[in-house]
Nanobody
Framework: QVQLVESGGGLVQPGGSLRLSCAASGNIFSINTMRWYRQAPGKERELVAAISSDGRTNYADSVKGRFTISRDNAKNTVYLQMNSLKPEDTAVYYC?????WGQGTEVTVSS
C-alpha cells in the first residue's frame, strides 16, 4: 500500500514561514510527479505546486515567488517551503502522487 503522510502545519503570523513535509511509502516515489494541493473552507481544492521526477517545478500564480517545492528521493520525501505567508494561505494542505493522497496538514495564518 502506498501512503503519504504530511507534517509541519500549524499557526503562523502573517509574513512568517513554515516548511511542510510529505513522507511517502512505496517504490514509485522517484519516478512520479509530486504535488501539493490546498483546500480552504468553502473552496475547491487547488493545485499549489508540483515537482517532476527530474526536478522541474510549477507553481500557482498566487504563491509564485513565496513558496518552493523540493524533493529528496533518498528519503522519499517532498517539501513545501512557505515564506511571506498571508492570511489567504490558510487551508488544509495535501500531498499528492497520482491517485494517492495524504490526510492533510492544517496551516493557519493569522495575527
Amino acid at each position: 500500500q502506498v501512503q503519504l503522510v504530511e507534517s509541519g502545519g500549524g499557526l503562523v503570523q502573517p509574513g512568517g514561514s513554515l516548511r511542510l513535509s510529505c513522507a511517502a511509502s512505496g517504490n514509485i516515489f522517484s519516478i512520479n510527479t509530486m504535488r501539493w494541493y490546498r483546500q480552504a473552507p468553502g473552496k475547491e481544492r487547488e493545485l499549489v505546486a508540483a515537482i517532476s521526477s527530474d526536478g522541474r517545478t510549477n507553481y500557482a500564480d498566487s504563491v509564485k515567488g513565496r513558496f518552493t517545492i523540493s524533493r529528496d528521493n533518498a528519503k522519499n520525501t517532498v517539501y513545501l517551503q512557505m515564506n511571506s505567508l498571508k492570511p489567504e494561505d490558510t487551508a488544509v494542505y495535501y500531498c499528492n502522487q497520482l491517485l494517492h493522497w495524504g490526510q492533510g496538514t492544517e496551516v493557519t495564518v493569522s495575527s
